[in-house]
């Protein structure tokens, strides 16, 4: 077998004939054919449906992988957006809000991306369920919020997770707890596809279990998944049957992503008479930002752009601020109509995103993704909204965990504000080194969070601990170098300085 990739990768290379290319492919995909077939006979009955739609949906991505070579964009196609296509948020804001809100209210669901861990973080189990605000975890905000709108305005807006087969168990056993909140909740799965050999490019996984020398195996697909999944768990169906039709997606870790009435509105009832399919929250880059996914016009269409996709000579025009000024928040709006008829016709397209990873045991797999955002352009009438920053609020570190813990925001129903006490609006800069890594190393080393109203900057390296009541000003800068240790004492201001060295406080 692995001759046959050794030949593809030559034929690539030299740009063989393409009618080798074409043998080679099918060889390696009637290859993989036959080893989906072995996996798929051990699946217990019970499983064997779901499974077999799981593989079946990894092979029509595993044949446009084959099929697709190189950065799948012509950067010479790329142009600005129309100004039309990318709406200010204070426009929208603008037009109010009917009186029948709850009516439009009723028409939404509301839908968090569920399906990853914790462990970037030093923590077991869904990332969700990390506390993250006086002992309240990412869903039990995200449950506060959607009930406080379901109460104010007397509504029915219901949560749908979207879990992997990685936080599916946990996630269902914590759910009992929002048994009596007036929220209705139901999930589904993203699919689970077989990580494949970076050199053979069969899949690692000999049958379908998920344990033991299998658990690394398989892999969640990303959440571009979200679209075949929904439909496929029946769960689309008996929602549009409830007379629902947009639903509201948003990565469960964005605190900022919450139901927007303004939105919500423009969609349900367009200034134009024509409604969106598809549109996109996206807000201004900033230097921390130049990574983003940026909103493009390409060939006549709204088409959102990774840095993945960009040929490496124009990856610093891509990252530049000055050209492609806004990034995507993944806070996404779509009609639930639009979904069920693309996906019965087949006609979602989203980019194959190729992640390479290494198998504890040193084994070099890839696997193969899709991102949500990235079918707009198989959406008609898109659009983009340009948002307020404070939208995108998400905690992918403990750096933006002390953010959120600190004085800097308040805690509403669920919902976080920056505190009407800071000057200015903009989010400080903060960079916690390794020693804060994990959750609970970085809760250890807080006696309280510090109070950091008037704070721009902060980095901290080494061994450091906070006392109660610090507080925190301007740029500060800590550094304990290596087997130096710095304890911040109780009460102390900090106020444009930088510590270094060794400072210990013992008790006596």
Not at 61 to 68: A, D, G, K, M, T
Not at 457 to 483: E, R
Request: proline share 5%; charged share 25%.
């Amino acid at each position: 077998m692995s001759i046959f990739v050794q030949d593809l990768s030559k034929a690539m290379s030299q740009g063989g004939t393409s009618q080798f290319q074409e043998v080679i492919r099918q060889e390696l995909e009637l290859s993989v054919k036959k080893e989906l077939e072995k996996i798929l006979s051990t699946a217990p009955q019970n499983e064997s449906e779901h499974t077999k739609k799981d593989l079946e949906g990894f092979r029509k991505l595993f044949h446009r992988f084959l099929q697709e070579k190189g950065p799948s964009v012509d950067w010479g196609k790329i142009q600005r957006p129309p100004e039309d296509s990318i709406q200010p948020y204070e426009k929208i804001k603008a037009r109010g809000l009917p009186d029948n809100i709850a009516s439009v209210l009723n028409k939404l669901v509301v839908v968090k991306l569920n399906g990853g861990l914790g462990t970037s973080m030093g923590c077991k189990g869904p990332k969700s369920l990390i506390g993250v605000r006086n002992e309240n975890t990412f869903l039990d905000l995200t449950v506060q919020q959607i009930e406080h709108l379901n109460k104010t305005y007397n509504t029915d807006v219901p949560l749908v997770l979207m879990n992997s087969f990685n936080t599916d168990e946990d996630t269902k056993k914590i759910l009992q707890k929002y048994s009596h909140c007036r929220v209705k909740i139901y999930t589904f799965n993203q699919s689970r596809y077989p990580r494949i050999n970076k050199e053979s490019l069969l899949p690692v996984a000999k049958d379908v279990s998920y344990s033991g020398e299998n658990t690394e195996a398989w892999y969640p697909p990303g959440h571009g998944d979200i679209y075949a999944s929904f439909y496929n768990s029946g769960l689309l169906d008996t929602l549009i049957g409830e007379g629902k039709e947009y639903i509201f997606v948003s990565n469960i870790d964005n605190l900022g992503a919450t139901v927007d009435l303004y939105i919500l509105n423009h969609l349900m009832n367009p200034p134009n008479g024509k409604r969106c399919e598809f549109v996109m929250e996206v807000t201004n880059k900033t230097r921390a930002d130049v990574k983003g996914g940026t909103l493009t016009q390409y060939e006549g269409k709204l088409r959102l752009v990774e840095i993945a996709q960009v040929p490496k000579a124009h990856v610093d025009e891509f990252k530049s601020v000055s050209k492609f000024k806004i990034f995507n928040t993944n806070n996404l709006w779509i009609s639930l109509a639009a979904v069920k008829r693309l996906q019965e016709q087949n006609a979602i397209d989203m980019e194959i995103i190729v992640n390479p990873k290494t198998l504890d045991g040193g084994l070099n797999v890839i696997q193969l993704e899709t991102a949500v955002g990235a079918a707009i352009k198989s959406f008609e009438n898109s659009l983009g909204i340009n948002v307020p920053r404070s939208r995108f609020l998400p905690v992918k570190t403990t750096s933006d965990l002390l953010l959120v813990m600190s004085n800097l925001y308040s805690l509403n129903a669920g919902s976080l504000t920056m505190s009407e006490k800071r000057e200015f609006p903009t989010v400080p800069l903060v960079k916690l080194g390794s020693s804060f890594t994990k959750v609970q190393d970085y809760l250890r080393r807080f006696e309280s969070i510090p109070d950091m109203l008037e704070l721009d900057h902060l980095t901290v390296s080494g061994d450091v601990t906070f006392g109660k009541n610090v507080s925190l000003k301007g740029t500060v800068i800590i550094i304990a170098n290596h087997g130096d240790r710095i304890d911040i004492p109780p009460g102390a201001v900090l106020e444009n300085k930088i510590v270094s060295g060794n400072l210990r406080i013992l008790d006596h």
